[in-house]
């Protein structure tokens, strides 16, 4: 059984810094892409970062400057430093990992979601 476990969410003031952390657990034989996406109530789930194993980054325009993802392999963790927040920023936070249990089959899992909120 493959886990996704998220933490760092919060509130934060505009201007402030979170930091948010995912972890996965279970048995894995590789992982491919890590990401972070964020939805609204009502909106669709959009891509805010994502990064290969080999370290490859991808942002969305809006969050360009203002976050940094990485990942650390051997702990099969994905980090998103977010600064400069904005409270446009506030969303439902929720990890990604395309990540093979066996060799040549991969699936996304997800994670349950943290909530960041930003306040001006």
């Known amino acids: 059984q493959v886990q996704l476990v998220e933490s760092g969410g919060g509130l934060v003031q505009a201007g402030g810094s979170l930091r948010l952390s995912c972890a996965a657990s279970?048995?894995?034989?590789?992982?491919?892409?890590m990401g972070w996406y964020r939805q609204a109530p009502g909106k669709q789930r959009e891509l805010v970062a994502a990064i290969t194993s080999g370290g490859s980054t991808n942002y969305a325009d809006s969050v360009k400057g203002r976050f940094t993802i990485s990942r650390d392999n051997a702990k099969n963790t994905v980090y998103l430093q977010m600064n400069s927040l904005k409270p446009e920023d506030t969303r439902v936070y929720y990890c990604?990992?395309?990540?093979?249990?066996?060799?040549?089959?991969?699936?996304?899992?997800w994670g349950q979601g943290t909530q960041v909120t930003v306040s001006s």
């Open positions: 279970g048995k894995i034989f590789s992982i491919n892409v």
């Open positions: 990604n990992a395309n990540l093979a249990v066996i060799p040549g089959h991969r699936y996304d899992y």
